[in-house]
């Protein structure tokens, strides 16, 4: 991992494109987790200037897993996310501390290529974002970013990525027309295949489903189940029932004292929702608080 | 904040134009003072005041004549365009029909655009002989105030529209849920409300009127005197530095250097003062 | 009720008081203008002081004083807005100084600017009265309306632009090009609007820096007088050039609407573009 350090971009990896993008078959049902950390968070605490947003926060995401943070608005959710590919960085007066390693990696280190980080490490936001651009250049415009240049590699990347999101059928007569034109769940699905077409290892994904219907929320469901194993998923989700359907592990925030947010409990996502410890999680899963 | 190599080297690129168009304005109070320091050197400021009149060549340096014509000017047009311009963005935004106060903003923005020296132009060869058939020779201080309203009201009117455009709807269908007139609801809510960004307006206008060279020069008579009343020709310090640079040399060019720095402190002043007024509107 | 009409009244007087005196303005140069205006006009060379011939070489001069303003003045202030929105945090003190001072230039009066071209490009830099000294002097005179627009229309870009390509690992410079920049365009261009309009209205900065001679310039080096400072001269120095002048107010006025009319279509095209095809 010490070349993270060094500033040296990677070529992305040709060699065995063929298989890295190629997901599973749909998963159905939880297990494929190995419980062996990736990322490892130590009390971490976040002040936007002089205000608190997430105080004292210890958790360990594991890989493979799908990790669902629940919680209600305003708890630092979002925040949490940020800090774990330094999209902290570009918020102003945002303060962190505490200690945060992704494998061996200190993440706070400050010769950190974020770079290259944030290539190993996508996010995928609660509104897609899809660049003002085509289809095409919205995923290769990144991927020429990262000194991938060859036309014909570019092009099996991106059949690959949008058959991957199922995108591929109800876009491949249209490649050259503009992302913006695309239905909101299909935005949303091509900003996850422009995220995989870097071969992450972990996905942030910010409510990912819910500024789209019910029919494309269900779609984006289902290819995140699909992900399962193959990467490490974080997702932040107001959903309880998505969080309870997809995840292996679950974690819930909450605003402490009216201030900062903090985390009540982590665990397994079935003990989380069958038998939480915290009469506060009992009483958010059960739905009579937040 | 991590960069990569392409970011820190186009940073370091950028940071050197902004440096280079950052130091301009120093640039400009640097060769100003180099170039009326054979004046400022010898001169004490009081004879600016004192002197008996304006022969920088012999040695004499009043600039009174030029300052009391540039202030009256500013003044009047001050006084002029405050109300028409704040009456304008009334028009606009609260009296006139949709469509009607569309074309009068066009109206107002072409006008915002037009040069300097059309305006003069126009106050010289229409404007002056009408004066003048009321007092000769029809170049004069109240030409001049006339064509500056003229200049500067577009400024203020856009001004006090964009600040009244700024006031929360909240307030004005508030008032207007308490029944309040149509006046009253301009007078008791919306004005109060856009004051500090009318008057910051007002004020950029000011300085505008104060900096103005070519269209008062045009159309004031350029005689040096302390006007007796606005029927008189007069001189500005702007138009004093368009009309003897051609020639001047020495401490004549230097004491024109002079009066461009009192220009510049003039203005700002005025411009400082429309920006601590603006910032204090941004913080409530 | 009574207070409530009067004022009504008011405003609809003063309302038609100022389109009035405005419409009499343009009327009056449109209608005084245009019987001299002919494509002759336009490209012939003047005579008797400018009292009869044409404007064709103050119009070469007044196009050359504003491409050397704007080449000057374009990566300058681009350079500078870029650094400002892109890459400086909002309270540094470098960003603070350096709109500080553009504040204070954007005040400076014009006649100030033409004593400090003068002084500096003509005298001190030894160009004497020529185009390039005009130009640079007017460079200097907009740059901080065109940083202004420009650094609004860079705020005014999308911020998720910057979280997205940020979250993808692409570099600041890789999001500024493909994406701020794009989305920037309308608003880039209008900015450029304003300062040619400014520019192209000038007279007072370029008296002193680019000069009054009416011929054909031959480089960058020689004197050119600019469209503002022959209207200028023939009001004011030639007896009988009023009709000249007229048509030549016109042809500044026509100038000025052009311009802003091609800067418009072009920015509508360039948003046309970015959302359909690119």
């Not at chain 1, 890295?20 to 297990?31: F, K, N, R, S, W």
């Not at chain 2, 500090?196 to 104060?210: D, E, F, Y």
């Not at chain 3, 044409?54 to 080449?71: D, E, K, N």
Request: a positive charge; glycine letters at 8%.
């Amino acid at each position: 991992m010490s070349h993270f350090i060094n500033n040296k971009s990677e070529q992305v990896d040709k060699s065995n494109t063929d298989d890295a993008y190629t997901l599973g078959p749909l998963q159905v049902g939880l297990p494929c987790c190995m419980p062996e950390p990736l990322i490892r968070v130590d009390n971490l605490s976040l002040h936007y200037g002089l205000k608190p947003a997430l105080e004292d926060v210890s958790l360990d995401i594991y890989k493979g897993c799908i990790t669902a943070l629940i919680g209600p608005s305003g708890c630092g959710k979002t925040s949490f996310l940020s800090v774990l590919n330094r999209l902290t960085d570009l918020i102003p007066d945002c303060r962190i501390s505490g200690n945060v390693h992704y494998d061996t990696m200190d993440l706070r280190h400050p010769a950190l290529d974020v770079q290259r980080l944030r290539r190993d490490i996508g996010m995928i936001f609660q509104k897609p974002v899809p660049f003002p651009l085509s289809i095409r250049r919205n995923i290769e415009l990144p991927l020429r970013e990262h000194g991938m240049s060859k036309q014909a590699g570019l092009n099996d990347v991106v059949q690959q990525v949008l058959q991957d999101v199922g995108l591929w059928e109800e876009v491949k007569n249209r490649l050259e027309s503009p992302a913006l034109a695309l239905s909101g769940g299909q935005q949303q699905r091509l900003c996850i295949a422009r995220a995989l077409a870097l071969q992450p290892k972990v996905l942030l994904m910010d409510e990912p489903c819910s500024a789209l219907d019910p029919i494309s929320s269900g779609v984006v469901e289902d290819l995140i189940q699909r992900l399962r194993g193959k990467y490490t998923v974080v997702i932040v989700t107001h959903n309880l029932a998505q969080a309870r359907r997809i995840a292996n592990y679950a974690g819930f925030f909450w605003i402490k004292d009216q201030r900062a947010g903090c985390l009540i409990e982590f665990g397994q996502c079935k003990q989380i929702f069958e038998a939480p410890v915290h009469e506060l999680t009992a009483a958010y899963v059960n739905g009579s608080r937040g | 904040m991590f960069l990569s190599r392409t970011d820190r080297q186009l940073a370091a690129l950028l940071q050197g134009c902004a440096l280079l168009a950052a130091t301009i304005v120093l640039l400009i109070l640097l060769f100003l003072i180099k170039e009326s320091w054979p004046v400022l050197q010898h001169v004490a400021l009081t004879r600016f005041v004192i002197d008996a009149s304006w022969h920088p060549v012999q040695g004499l340096y009043q600039l009174t004549p030029m300052l009391s014509a540039t202030l009256y000017s500013t003044l009047g047009a001050v006084v002029l365009a405050t109300p028409l311009g704040i009456a304008s963005a009334l028009f606009s935004r609260y009296f006139a029909p949709p469509f009607i106060a569309g074309c009068y903003r066009r109206l107002i923005e072409l006008l915002a655009g037009i040069p300097s020296v059309v305006y003069g132009f126009w106050g010289l060869i229409t404007l002056a002989p009408l004066i003048g058939r009321l007092h000769p020779p029809g170049v004069s201080l109240l030409t001049g105030i006339l064509v500056l309203t003229l200049m500067i009201l577009p400024t203020v009117a856009l001004t006090a529209d964009a600040a009244l455009a700024a006031v929360p709807l909240a307030y004005v269908r508030g008032a207007a849920a308490l029944g309040l007139s149509r006046w009253g609801l301009i007078s008791g809510v919306a004005l109060p409300a856009a004051r500090s960004g009318i008057i910051a307006g007002t004020l950029l206008a000011a300085g505008r009127a104060i900096g103005e060279t070519m269209a008062v020069l045009m159309v004031v008579g350029n005689v040096v005197q302390q006007p007796q009343s606005l029927l008189d020709s007069v001189r500005t310090l702007t138009a004093n530095i368009a009309l003897e640079m051609a020639y001047a040399t020495g401490v004549h060019r230097a004491a024109l250097f002079v009066s461009g720095l009192a220009l510049m402190v003039m203005v700002l002043v005025l411009v400082s003062t429309a920006e601590l007024l603006s910032r204090k509107r941004h913080y409530g | 009720m009574v207070k409530n009409a009067l004022t009504t009244l008011l405003i609809w007087l003063t309302a038609i008081l100022v389109s009035g005196v405005f419409v009499w303005l343009l009327a009056d140069i449109i209608i005084h203008g245009l019987p001299k205006l002919s494509w002759s006009f336009l490209v012939e060379t003047p005579k008797n002081a400018g009292r009869s011939g044409g404007i064709g070489p103050i119009i070469v001069s007044t196009l050359l004083i504003l491409g050397v303003a704007m080449v000057t003045a374009i990566p300058l202030s681009l350079a500078t807005a870029v650094l400002l929105s892109e890459f400086t945090r909002h309270d540094s003190v470098f960003g603070r100084l350096v709109r500080r001072s553009l504040d204070v230039l954007a005040g400076v009066p014009s006649i100030v600017f033409g004593l400090f071209g003068n002084a500096v490009f003509c005298i001190y830099l030894g160009l004497g009265f020529s185009i390039l000294s005009g130009g640079l002097t007017l460079a200097c005179m907009v740059l901080p309306l065109l940083i202004r627009t420009a650094e609004e229309g860079l705020q005014a870009a999308p911020n998720e632009y910057r979280l997205a390509s940020a979250a993808l690992g692409m570099s600041r410079s890789a999001t500024l090009v493909h994406l701020l920049l794009p989305a920037a365009t309308p608003a880039l261009v209008a900015g450029l609007m304003l300062g040619v309009g400014r520019a192209i209205a000038e007279t007072a900065a370029l008296i002193f820096t680019s000069g009054y001679v009416d011929r054909m310039p031959d480089s960058l080096f020689d004197s050119g007088r600019a469209l503002s400072v022959h209207i200028y001269d023939l009001s004011m120095n030639v007896a009988g050039g009023d009709a000249s002048a007229y048509s030549s107010a016109l042809v500044l006025i026509l100038l000025l609407l052009m311009i802003n009319s091609i800067a418009l279509s072009l920015a509508n095209q360039w948003l046309h573009r970015s959302v359909v095809t690119a």
